[in-house]
């Protein structure tokens, strides 16, 4: 995937704050946090992910649905691949 070599420091800088919060929420499980900043720390972990999504689906549009270079046939299986992706992603 050519666009996350491209954006590697900024997909891994996301990557890495996405781990502190998860380690944020494990240590609110941990110690007993209260249940809205528990809740509060799953919304932002959620929504963590969900930028990440976006940013390397984005990219992934652009950079291979987009390409004037790509075959029909490499086009369409590009999309498929897509399309098993976020089926899985929001199931």
Known sequence: MP????QREKLLTRV???KGQAEGLEKLLTQDGECS???QQI???RGAIN???GEVLEGHIREH?????VTPEERDEDVEQVVRVLRSYLK
């Open 3 to 6: 666009h996350t070599v491209k």
């Open 16 to 18: 890495r704050r996405i």
């Open 37 to 39: 900043k528990v809740l």
């Open 43 to 45: 919304a932002a972990v």
């Open 51 to 53: 930028g990440l999504m």
């Open 65 to 69: 649905l987009g390409a004037h270079d």
